[in-house]
């Protein structure tokens, strides 16, 4: 659970657009640079440094409740933990009121 806030700062996914690469008039379009100076055909979620992901750069933080390892970077809670409570699982942030829920975490 992530709170509309939140929201923003979860990370995406670098998949291609397979209807660019069909529409495309020129071959394979991997290596022809345009008049700018960038790739045709580049996935900007891959190069751009800022918002590329490396697993060996940050480490995974322990949950504040369980102390399992949190697997969503920048969240300070586990799912399990955050779902259970009904907070956000990065900013703490109560999102529903879970007092009248029978919830179970099997």
């Not at 990370?11 to 209807?19: E, L, M, V």
């Not at 008039?25 to 190069?47: A, D, F, I, P, Y």
């Not at 956000?88 to 999102?95: D, E, H, L, N, V």
Request: include cysteine; charged fraction near 25%; hydrophobic fraction near 25%.
């Amino acid at each position: 659970m992530v709170c509309e806030k939140c929201q923003k700062k979860l990370g995406r996914i670098a998949t291609p657009d397979p209807w660019k690469a069909k529409g495309a008039s020129s071959s394979s379009g991997g290596g022809k640079m345009t008049s700018c100076g960038r790739k045709l055909g580049e996935n900007k979620l891959l190069t751009a440094s800022k918002s590329k992901y490396s697993p060996y750069n940050k480490s995974f933080v322990k949950c504040r409740i369980c102390k399992q390892s949190v697997h969503q970077v920048g969240s300070h809670y586990c799912q399990g933990c955050a779902y259970k409570k009904g907070i956000c699982a990065m900013c703490g942030k109560k999102i529903l009121d879970t007092k009248n829920y029978k919830q179970t975490s099997v």
